[in-house]
C-alpha cells in the first residue's frame, strides 16, 4: 500500500496544497487532481478511472484541510458564519446531486474536460481582478441557497473545495476578500463532507479501482496528504494575512493554466 516514493510524493502534494487552501482560500483541489491523476495512474489503474479517483480523493483531503484552515481564519474574526449558514444547505443538495449521479454518469474522460475548463475560468478570474460595482450586495436566503447549489455541484464534479467559484461570487457581492476568502474556507467542510459520501456510495462495487481505496476514495493518498495539508494550512492563513495576495493569485493563476492544459491533455488521450 506505501513505498517511500509514494509517501514522498503525497507528503510534497499535501504541503503545498495545505499552503495555497490557507493562502488562497482555494481548499487545493486545483492542484491535487493532476498530481493524483499521475500517481494513481502509475500503479496501473486506467487513465478514465484514475481521473475519478483523484477527484474523489482531493476532495476528501479538503474535510481536514477546511477544518485546520477556518480554524485559523476563525481566530482572526474573518469568517462570515451568516454566509456560511445561508450557502450551506445549497451546497449540500448541489453535492449529493453531482457526486451521487453525474459523477457516476460521466467518464473520467469528460470529467477531465470539465476539471480543465473550471480551472482554466478560475485562472483567468485571478488575472482579472475585477472590481465589484460598489452597490452590488449578496442575494436573499433562496438567491444564496440557489448559489450554494451551483458552487457544491461544481464542486463536485473537479474535486475542488468550492474557492474557485464562491471567492469570485463573494467579492463580486462586495464581501472583503480577506472575508471573502476565510468564509470560502469554511464553506469547504460542507462541500467536502456531502460530496465524500457520495463518492464512496457512487464508487461502491467500482472494478478496476486502486487497493486499499473506499468506493472512489483512495484511502493511502487521503490519509499522507490530509496529515501534511492539516499542518500547512494554518501557515497559509498567516501568509494571507501578512503578504500581498494579488501578485501571488497572478502567478498561481499561470500555474493554473498549465494544469488545466495538463487535465485536456489527460481527457484527450484517455
Not at 38 to 64: N, P, R, W, Y
Not at 86 to 92: D, E, K, N
Not at 147 to 153: C, H, K, P, Q, T
Not at 207 to 218: D, N, Q
Request: hydrophobic share 55%; aromatic share 10%.
Amino acid at each position: 500500500m506505501f513505498d517511500l516514493l509514494l509517501v514522498a510524493q503525497l507528503l510534497a502534494l499535501g504541503v503545498f496544497t495545505g499552503f495555497l487552501a490557507g493562502l488562497l482560500g482555494i481548499g487545493g483541489g486545483m492542484l491535487m487532481v493532476p498530481f493524483i491523476t499521475v500517481i494513481v495512474t502509475a500503479q496501473g489503474v486506467s487513465a478514465d478511472l484514475a481521473v475519478k479517483v483523484a477527484i474523489a480523493t482531493s476532495m476528501a483531503t479538503i474535510i481536514f484541510t477546511s477544518l485546520s484552515s477556518v480554524r485559523a481564519h476563525h481566530r482572526r474574526g474573518a469568517v462570515r458564519w451568516d454566509i456560511v449558514s445561508r450557502l450551506a444547505p445549497g451546497i449540500v443538495a448541489g453535492a449529493a446531486l453531482a457526486s451521487l449521479g453525474v459523477f457516476a454518469w460521466l467518464g473520467g474522460r469528460w470529467l477531465a474536460f470539465v476539471f480543465a475548463a473550471f480551472v482554466a475560468f478560475s485562472g483567468t478570474q485571478m488575472l482579472l481582478d475585477k472590481k465589484p460595482q460598489p452597490n452590488r450586495t449578496l442575494p436573499g436566503t433562496s438567491g444564496q441557497f440557489a448559489a450554494g447549489g451551483v458552487i457544491g455541484f461544481l464542486s463536485g464534479l473537479v474535486g475542488a473545495g468550492g474557492g474557485f467559484v464562491s471567492v469570485p461570487f463573494l467579492t463580486w457581492c462586495n464581501v472583503t476578500i480577506h472575508h471573502a476568502v476565510a468564509t470560502s474556507a469554511a464553506l469547504g467542510f460542507p462541500i467536502a463532507l456531502a460530496n465524500a459520501v457520495g463518492y464512496i456510495v457512487s464508487g461502491s462495487g467500482v472494478e478496476g479501482l486502486p487497493p486499499a481505496s473506499l468506493g472512489y476514495i483512495y484511502l493511502p493518498a487521503l490519509l499522507v496528504i490530509s496529515t501534511a495539508s492539516v499542518l500547512t494550512a494554518p501557515l497559509g492563513v498567516r501568509a494571507a494575512h501578512a503578504l500581498p495576495v494579488k501578485p501571488l493569485k497572478r502567478v498561481f493563476a499561470l500555474i493554473l493554466y498549465v494544469l488545466a492544459g495538463f487535465m485536456l491533455y489527460k481527457g484527450l488521450t484517455a
